[in-house]
């Protein structure tokens, strides 16, 4: 399935950001699909949704504005029922564009916060702070 392929719905300037980022689209859906919930839908219907939220993750908003959802509380419904093993990982409720990526640096063992921990972390009300 291509970029092409997408929900249409969002917005030309995301689209455009593949020609140049498809590696992270690539590991952004990799990440997702190895947390799916085969029981949610079909395979296809999976991927669809995997490549939708990896792309969207390019956007310049809130993972939940960037889809076209009319709230943060829309998104976590979503990712609970396709992705059920990353919504038990976030058990901080970080936000979700936020989490995606630190899990994507977790696996190339990249450190991304300041500090040994979240808790201490200086930027900690960036990624748990309420949504503006």
């Not at 093993?85 to 450190?111: Q, T």
Request: aromatic share 6%.
């Amino acid at each position: 399935m291509g970029v092409r392929e997408l929900v249409f719905e969002l917005h030309p300037a995301v689209h455009a950001r593949c020609a140049t980022r498809n590696d992270e689209v690539a590991d952004l859906v990799a990440l997702l699909l190895e947390h799916a919930d085969p029981a949610a839908g079909p395979p296809d219907e999976t991927e669809r949704v995997a490549l939708t939220v990896a792309v969207a993750s390019l956007g310049d908003n809130h993972l939940w504005q960037d889809l076209q959802l009319a709230s943060r509380a829309e998104l976590s419904a979503l990712m609970r029922r396709w992705f059920p093993a990353l919504v038990a990982k976030n058990h901080g409720d970080m936000k979700w564009k936020k989490f995606l990526y630190r899990e994507l640096c977790r696996r190339e063992e990249i450190l991304i916060c300041k500090s040994p921990s979240c808790e201490v972390c200086s930027d900690r009300p960036v990624c748990f702070g309420p949504e503006a």
